[in-house]
């Protein structure tokens, strides 16, 4: 649960991109200031990825970042949105290299829409 890539429940091979995975959901939190999983919040916003991911599906990316909006940048925040998703990704061959990772963040690659992330409880 949290950083911990779905691959060791799943009990397969473990590679550098189970790192990649919990550099995602970090970088989820930092974002959103809270836990990738907080049961308080109510099953829809429980799981981190999948309640940023629906956020970023329905353009509402304001949403998660609460009442300190003031000053965000819209495009930084959706490009940081966008490659964290990509890292917390339940398949580790979908998830990008650190380098791709770095050059996404620096805004020097496109970043595709990133596909949706499975449940953590279907990892289990």
């Not at 930084?76 to 990509?86: G, P, S």
Request: hydrophobic share 40%; net charge negative.
């Amino acid at each position: 649960m949290g950083y911990v890539a779905p691959e060791w429940h799943k009990k397969l091979p473990v590679t550098v991109k189970a790192d990649i995975y919990s550099f995602g959901v970090v970088q989820l939190e930092i974002i959103c200031c809270r836990r990738s999983v907080d049961w308080s919040l109510g099953e829809e916003e429980a799981v981190l990825e999948e309640w940023v991911y629906h956020c970023f599906q329905a353009g509402e990316l304001r949403k998660i970042i609460g009442d300190d909006d003031e000053g965000v940048d819209e495009k930084q925040l959706e490009r940081m949105v966008r490659v964290a998703l990509w890292c917390a990704l339940d398949e580790p061959t979908l998830r990008p290299s650190m380098k791709k990772v770095l050059l996404m963040l620096k805004g020097t690659v496109e970043i595709p829409v990133p596909p949706s992330p499975t449940s953590f409880l279907t990892a289990i």
